[in-house]
């Protein structure tokens, strides 16, 4: 299925930016939005957290290149004793060699990345996906990421405060799985995470640029 969301900004100064931002969805899966991104010229900077190098599930069709999905092998999920599947092991590996016509072409971004990877992710192996994510960068000659990881925090990683949430259902496998993460570490991480986010964008988006402080 593909979805079309047209987003029209705030105008300045209330906005940093004046157009209108056209933003195509494809597939239901968490990294597409990454996908996207990544092809975007006039991107200057993407956060990336707990994502793959690799196009997941389903294809993607952009300008006439399709990127092949990465599949998963649903016999290495483990039952644990919850009832939850823990999924960590499922996804192939996206740099075997017959697997290598799924990576991202995420060299071909001319913006800066915040790769950031939870140690303790059961939904995939965060942390290897970064790495491979980075060597691909260098291999390109390109410099233009920062990377944090963070110990004992899990895949859903969001702002902070909210409820932890160790397992749920898989909307795509639909069944429920673990997320990983300890509790505490996981909350100290999205503290932690929505600062440097917040300095990050400033950095790359706001640096240069006039606007005014929210006044209530």
Request: charged share 25%.
């Amino acid at each position: 299925m593909l979805s079309k969301v047209k987003l029209r900004l705030l105008p300045s100064p209330r906005c940093l930016f004046d157009d209108v931002v056209r933003v195509k969805v494809e597939g239901l899966v968490p990294e597409q939005q990454v996908e996207l991104r990544a092809k975007l010229r006039d991107d200057n900077a993407t956060v990336w957290i707990n994502g793959c190098n690799a196009n997941v599930m389903l294809p993607l069709h952009y300008k006439g290149m399709v990127i092949p999905p990465l599949m998963f092998d649903a016999q290495r999920a483990v039952l644990t004793k919850s009832g939850a599947l823990d999924i960590k092991a499922s996804i192939n590996d996206p740099m075997a060699e017959e697997n290598k016509g799924t990576l991202i072409p995420i060299e071909r971004a001319e913006g800066r990345f915040l790769f950031v990877a939870a140690e303790d992710d059961k939904n995939w192996d965060s942390c290897y996906f970064a790495e491979q994510a980075i060597k691909q960068l260098r291999h390109h000659g390109k410099q233009n990421y920062e990377v944090v990881t963070y110990p004992g925090a899990g895949h859903y990683m969001e702002t902070p405060y909210m409820p932890f949430c160790p397992s749920s259902m898989h909307r795509v496998l639909g069944q429920p799985v673990i997320w990983g993460g300890e509790p505490r570490a996981h909350a100290a991480a999205e503290v932690d995470l929505w600062k440097r986010i917040q300095l990050f964008f400033r950095s790359h988006l706001v640096e240069g640029r006039s606007c005014r402080k929210a006044q209530l």
